[in-house]
């Protein structure tokens, strides 16, 4: 880490990872932060020379020029300019760009990667630096080339045939169409019934309950389709003896599951916190760059969040290990350090799994210091990256084949089980989430003591009657499992796959579920019909298969990106020709006759002639949402207000338009007072839909926050609280944060 010139030059994404690393690497550095990205591909063109082999044009974004120059006149007077961007594709194309942005090309410059901000990580990155990897760059700039080839020509295209804003993605539209057949599967699923039949047994004192299964001595499955069958094997039941004819006992041990990857992190805060895979993502990038702990300045908590590999550094495994042995006991330590095999295809990126960068921080150590999201989020992952190291989980499994034999007709096999456990091992820290509550249940009470031979007592028969049940709708943690498994994708485009299906308005949820919306069926009916091969599950994982090969340096890129977009150009060609999309109806137009069809605009569906542009006549469709009563007057006649929907949000409109124009913003109220004026603070919008909450007496006072203003004052100095996460709040007038107050 030699310096020529007085310091160094060190370049990272973000000031808060850039205030970590200055912490550790002291006054002869100086660190700056790039802000993000620093070139892309312009935003209101294509950007790629198709005729030319696919050249990208790269423009340094407009809001990164201060950072830029910043960067510049510091590297003049740096003696080397060390590329400390995060160890990923993403990253090495940041420093990449960087490097031509800021005209470093002439200088001495490095390239360093750590995967955890620790000072041992760090200090030995800027021991060991390295050249830019070309092939990362490559691959990452093959993968946006692709991207903005697919969405630059099937975005216009959605807007020609249904309306503007609408989007397509190479990953995203394969996303929606597993959440669109999903929920055909649903619709047409027609249920079928059955019945079951269990029997509670008793050996003197102690009961259990038995389930039939089948005939003695028959192989077959038995299946009860009615309550007339039932009913007849409950008569059977009822007049049986009952006898126990074999009993088996076994040990079963449960091994504890593997340290956090990017797309299981994502599954359980989903499953266990109720967090977006985006939430998750920007909470633990917090933690990885870095979080004031008093005294001890900016440290990073974890190791890098965007992995798919399930590796932990062996001193890390050793650290895991010394506070098992010292916290749970000699008990709870296996022989021998645990290593897990990723599973993910192709994994590759980061070199190691999620965990925190000491185990011997402790979350409760840290509360003082972190958000409640913060602490809750990191608690997850430490407690399953102690948990990965720790004994397994033993149960003792219990079965018994039990024979009915009726006074009358064949005899009956009931068979009855349990799984008690015996020893929790890892459990005693850590379960894991599931979307089945079924498998949360760690086990059934245990069967008595029974041997072959044992008569039983019958004590009741009860049958039950059940239905087939449809698939169950991704929720966000399943579809990234699926999305995972069938290879489609990176781990860190997850959050932003499912932010955009959000947006764009093609799913909706309902409680934890994805619902495709109608406008998401559409554009998948469309995508499906004109597009076939590039929404195909098949094809975007062997597309991601193409650009780990380039990653991996065995092919290069212009051909990938060749045999992809000369299929798309064809489709495109034949697609053009097809009719906007419109859904008919029986009604005709009043003005010329014609039939009338639903068409999607900006703000949903309409009735419009089938004759447009010749006739425009277009009127709103039954059932959809019609404006609201305000309790307001207009300003402008005093007649009544209704609430409308527009491009930002709702808004007030006299109820006499166009007759009149008078109009208001639609304010809703926290209930929070103003700390300025005392005025109400209400919910705004900004033109890009994020909601911020300000003064109703703007513009007399303009007092705005971007977190929801809680009505409770602050219990320690009466200031206005904000909400903190999920059921956290903190104070903007003095140091004090928790749980929100419930309101008198």
């Not at 993000?36 to 696919?54: A, C, S, T, W």
């Not at 340290?259 to 985006?278: C, D, M, N, V, Y």
């Not at 050793?318 to 645990?338: K, S, W």
């Not at 006649?637 to 109820?655: D, N, Q």
């Amino acid at each position: 880490m030699a310096r020529r010139n007085g310091h160094d030059l060190v370049v990272v994404e973000s000031p808060a990872k850039a205030r970590t690393i200055a912490n550790i690497l002291g006054r002869d550095y100086r660190v700056l932060a790039s802000l993000g990205h620093v070139r892309d591909l312009p935003k209101r063109e294509l950007g790629v020379d198709i005729e030319g082999g696919f050249q990208p044009r790269y423009v340094v974004l407009k809001e990164k020029g201060k950072a830029i120059r910043q960067i510049r006149e510091a590297a003049q007077d740096a003696g080397t300019v060390y590329l400390a961007t995060d160890p990923d594709r993403e990253g090495e194309a940041i420093a990449w760009h960087l490097l031509h942005a800021a005209g470093l090309l002439g200088r001495p410059y490095r390239r360093v990667v750590f995967h955890e901000i620790t000072p041992q990580a760090v200090r030995e990155a800027f021991r060991n630096p390295r050249d830019i990897d070309m092939r990362l760059v490559e691959a990452q700039q093959a993968r946006r080339v692709l991207d903005r080839l697919l969405g630059y020509k099937l975005s216009p295209f959605l807007w020609r045939k249904v309306k503007r804003g609408l989007s397509a993605g190479r990953v995203q539209s394969v996303a929606l169409r597993l959440l669109v057949e999903r929920e055909r599967e649903i619709e047409s699923f027609v249920p079928r019934e059955y019945w079951t039949i269990e029997a509670l047994l008793a050996k003197g004192d102690a009961s259990f309950t038995a389930r039939l299964v089948g005939y003695l001595g028959r192989r077959e499955k038995l299946e009860i389709p009615n309550e007339t069958e039932a009913q007849r094997l409950v008569a059977l039941l009822r007049s049986a003896q009952y006898r126990v004819e074999s009993v088996d006992r076994k040990r079963q041990a449960r091994r504890p599951p593997p340290p956090f990857i990017t797309s299981t992190l994502q599954q359980e805060a989903a499953r266990r916190l109720g967090f977006s895979a985006q939430k998750t993502m920007v909470i633990a990038q917090q933690l990885y760059e870095g979080v004031r702990l008093g005294d001890q300045g900016e440290v990073g908590l974890i190791t890098y969040m965007r992995t798919d590999s399930t590796h932990l550094a062996d001193s890390a495994k050793a650290e895991v290990r010394e506070y098992i042995r010292q916290h749970f006991g000699p008990d709870y330590l296996p022989r021998a350090p645990r290593e897990y095999r990723t599973r993910v295809k192709n994994a590759q990126e980061a070199h190691e799994a999620i965990r925190p960068t000491s185990v011997l921080r402790e979350p409760e150590s840290l509360r003082p210091y972190l958000t409640q999201d913060q602490l809750r989020l990191y608690t997850l992952i430490w407690q399953r990256t102690v948990a990965c190291q720790m004994a397994d989980a033993h149960y003792e499994v219990r079965s018994a084949d039990i024979a009915a034999r009726p006074a009358a007709g064949d005899p009956l096999l009931l068979r009855a089980s349990s799984s008690v456990l015996v020893f929790p091992g890892y459990r005693q820290l850590y379960i894991e989430g599931s979307d089945d509550e079924e498998e949360q249940q760690d086990g059934s009470s245990a069967l008595p003591d029974l041997a072959p031979g044992d008569v039983l007592s019958l004590l009741e028969v009860t049958p039950s009657q059940h239905f087939t049940e449809p698939p169950r709708r991704y929720s966000e943690a399943s579809l990234i499992k699926a999305l995972e498994e069938k290879g489609i994708g990176r781990p860190s485009t997850y959050a932003v796959i499912l932010a955009t299906l959000l947006e764009r308005g093609y799913v909706e949820r309902e409680g934890r579920q994805l619902r495709p919306t109608d406008l998401g069926r559409l554009v998948n009916d469309l995508l499906v019909q004109h597009f076939p091969e590039f929404v195909d599950v098949g094809f975007t994982a062997e597309m991601e298969d193409r650009l780990d090969e380039i990653a991996r340096g065995e092919r290069p890129w212009q051909p990938v990106v060749e045999q992809f977009y000369q299929p798309l150009a064809q489709a495109l060609a034949r697609a053009e020709r097809a009719p906007r999309a419109t859904e008919a109806t029986d009604q005709t137009c009043d003005l010329c006759g014609r039939p009338m069809v639903i068409r999607w605009g900006r703000r949903g569906r309409f009735l419009s002639c089938s004759g447009f542009p010749e006739c425009r006549n277009a009127r709103p469709l039954e059932g959809e949402e019609a404006p609201q009563p305000a309790e307001e007057e207009c300003p402008e006649c005093g007649s009544p207000m209704v609430v409308k929907r527009g491009r930002y949000g709702p808004f007030l409109a006299c109820s006499r338009y166009p007759a009149c124009r008078g109009r208001r913003p639609y304010l809703v109220s926290t209930g929070a007072a103003c700390p300025r004026c005392g005025g109400d603070l209400v919910e705004r919008r900004t033109r890009r839909g994020r909601s911020f909450y300000g003064c109703s007496r703007y513009p007399q006072c303009d007092f705005v926050v971007w977190r929801r203003p809680l009505p409770t004052p602050c219990p320690q100095c009466g200031g206005l609280l904000l909400a903190d996460g999920r059921e956290g709040a903190r104070c903007t007038a003095c140091s004090w944060s928790g749980s929100a107050p419930v309101p008198a």
